[in-house]
């Protein structure tokens, strides 16, 4: 059973523009959230992590969304760029736990 | 080199060969881990290293035989595997498993053909 959904398979996003990425949890037990890119041919990229206690984690042009009481949690990307073009994986894990729970990932397009 | 690297990054091998996938990390981490991604699935653990020992054997089949002789260094052994096998093959590494240090970062992968 997957606890971890990335509903939207792709999404496509005009340069400059706001892309929103989001991903649902089931396991209240998750202490921390994290967001991989991938290119095609290459591992996940690990870009932004979020923990539990938190509800907004921000690194550059990337803003991390925590809510818990919907287990939610969405990725901004502002302004977004042609080279953010790649698959975009969210994954869960719980303090207690050693593997990371990853959804399927959403492909993302950026069009100039 | 630098971050994790992983080599082959493609294999083509037989039900009946034997062979082995590797895993290097420069990032002076003391977990590592196997992953495997099939198409159109998440990606799943296999096993997790820490400190040289095996903490975790996600009820992978025997064919595959996971090595790590030092804190830097992960194989994959392969054996007798089946068609199905087919994917990519991540290794990952974090400073330590869950708590605080819980960002993996992953190989380039490589890509298993079983014919």
């Known amino acids: 059973d997957q606890q971890v959904k990335q509903n939207s398979p792709s999404l496509s996003v005009q340069e400059g523009r706001i892309s929103i990425l989001n991903c649902d949890y089931t396991?209240?037990?998750?202490?921390?959230f994290l967001w991989y890119k991938k290119y095609p041919a290459e591992g996940p990229t690990f870009l932004i992590s979020i923990s539990s206690i938190k509800d907004k984690n921000e690194d550059g042009r990337f803003t991390v969304f925590l809510n818990k009481s919907a287990k939610h949690l969405s990725l901004h990307i502002v302004p977004s760029q042609p080279g953010d073009s790649a698959v975009y994986f969210c994954?869960?894990?719980?303090?207690?736990?050693?593997?990371?729970?990853f959804g399927k990932g959403t492909s993302l397009l950026v069009t100039p | 080199e630098t971050g994790v690297t992983q080599t082959p990054r493609h294999l083509v091998m037989g039900m009946t060969n034997k062979k082995s996938l590797k895993c290097e990390q420069h990032?002076?981490?003391?977990?590592m881990y196997w992953y495997k991604q099939s198409a159109k699935k998440p990606l799943e653990l296999m096993f997790v290293?820490?400190?040289?020992?095996?903490?975790e054997n996600n009820s992978v089949p025997s064919r595959f035989s996971p090595e790590c002789p030092n804190s830097s260094h992960l194989f994959l052994h392969l054996h007798t595997l089946q068609p199905e096998d087919s994917a990519l093959y991540l290794c990952a590494s974090s400073q330590d498993t869950g708590g605080a240090s819980y960002e993996q970062y992953f190989g380039p992968g490589t890509r298993l053909t079983v014919t």
């Open positions: 990032l002076g981490h003391n977990a």
């Open positions: 994954a869960a894990l719980s303090n207690s736990g050693y593997a990371l729970n």
């Open positions: 396991n209240s037990m998750f202490d921390y």
């Open positions: 290293y820490n400190f040289k020992e095996q903490t």
